[in-house]
């Protein structure tokens, strides 16, 4: 089993509210990311990190902002929710391979803006 | 842009049968191309990985196969189980070898035993 870990798994706030999402992995893998995933659909990438203070923004624009201060932690920030922020959202890190990243993902965070 | 489709919502197959799941792609050929496995309310597993160059890759009762002519790959799972009930995703990287994944819809795949 992967070692990457996402609090909290389930998280109701109401709207205006800031929140973070905290991810952490113990593998040591330089490369980081985040996705957003809505039940029945597909997992779209809005953040990814090479390493420590690396970030990047992924395919689908996203009001969140992260940060990576550490190569083991890589939290996301909303600094006002609404409830089009309502999603699953991924953690996810791998080896930078020349032979291909696979991903490790956690368990998710579901967040529901009220 | 890269798009991927998998071909169908969901597939309902009888314990013991052959499953078989087809992804396709628009576009370049991507460096590689995976396939992951996610139960409800989980993060996907990773199960498979298959270069461009080559045409099949096994583990276990998995078989993946890639084929760049026709931009399609088709993930097999052999004498199923209803254990193996869950959606499997097709991801491609973009790229180059060091590029992100992009995700298929998936496939919910239903083993009745």
């Known amino acids: 089993e992967a070692d990457i870990y996402q609090t909290p798994r389930y998280l109701v706030i109401g709207t205006g509210k800031k929140i973070t999402l905290e991810c952490s992995q113990t593998?040591?893998?330089?490369?980081m990311y985040w996705y957003q995933q809505d039940p029945g659909m597909e997992l779209h990438l809005i953040h990814y990190?090479?390493?420590?203070?690396?970030?990047e923004k992924g395919d689908l624009s996203s009001e969140s902002t992260v940060s990576r201060i550490r190569t083991e932690h890589f939290p996301l920030t909303l600094e006002s929710a609404r409830p089009s922020h309502t999603s699953q959202y991924l953690c996810?890190?791998?080896?930078?391979?020349?032979?291909?990243?696979?991903?490790?993902f956690g368990e998710g965070s579901w967040l529901t803006v009220v | 842009s890269q798009k991927i489709e998998q071909n169908s919502e969901a597939l309902n197959i009888q314990e013991g049968k052959t499953a078989t799941l087809t992804c396709n792609y628009t576009?370049?050929?991507?460096?590689?191309l995976q396939w992951y496995r996610q139960d409800p309310g989980r993060g996907p597993v990773f199960l498979l990985l298959?270069?461009?160059?080559?045409k099949e890759k096994r583990k276990e009762r998995l078989k993946v196969t890639f084929d760049t002519t026709l931009k399609q790959s088709l993930f097999h799972i052999t004498a199923s189980q209803p254990a193996d009930s869950a959606t499997y995703l097709c991801?491609?990287?973009?790229?180059?070898?060091?590029?992100?994944?992009?995700f298929g819809k998936g496939t919910k795949l239903s083993v009745k035993p």
């Open positions: 996810a890190s791998s080896e930078m391979r020349v032979s291909g990243n696979t991903i490790y």
């Open positions: 593998m040591g893998h330089d490369k």
């Open positions: 990190s090479y390493g420590v203070n690396s970030t």
């Open positions: 576009n370049y050929s991507p460096a590689y």
């Open positions: 298959i270069r461009e160059n080559e």
């Open positions: 991801a491609l990287a973009y790229g180059g070898s060091q590029g992100n994944l992009i």
